[in-house]
Nanobody, 120 residues
């Protein structure tokens, strides 16, 4: 099982980016999926999560600007980021709790991370 992210890059303040993450492998089911970020010199922090039923949770710093969504049929999760600010600059990581054919109890999986830089 692996998670692969895409969509990071360099944008100016006020612009938008969309991150995507696809889970692959011998997947039985996926519980919660989410996005976390880690800025230089700081701890990794939650950005947004979404349950298998579509319930969402956002960090206060991104509420109203970011939108998380998932496609259960495709095992994907996305993060639409609008009105980006310099303080959003970080490496963004996809996360998911996945039950696989060889691990029915489930495990926490992380993507490799994608850099988002917001700068003028």
């Amino acid at each position: 099982v692996q998670l692969v992210e895409s969509g990071g890059g360099l944008v100016q303040p006020g612009e938008s980016l969309r991150l995507s993450c696809a889970a692959s492998g011998s997947i039985f089911s996926i519980n919660a999926m989410g996005w976390y970020r880690q800025a230089p010199g700081k701890q990794r922090e939650l950005v947004a999560t979404i349950t298998s039923r579509g319930s969402t949770n956002y960090a206060d710093s991104v509420k109203g600007r970011f939108t998380i969504a998932r496609d259960n049929a495709k095992n994907t999760v996305s993060l639409q980021m609008n009105s980006l600010k310099p303080e959003d600059t970080a490496v963004y990581y996809c996360n998911a709790w996945i039950r696989s054919i060889g691990n029915i109890g489930g495990s926490d999986y992380w993507g490799q991370g994608t850099q988002v830089t917001v700068s003028s």
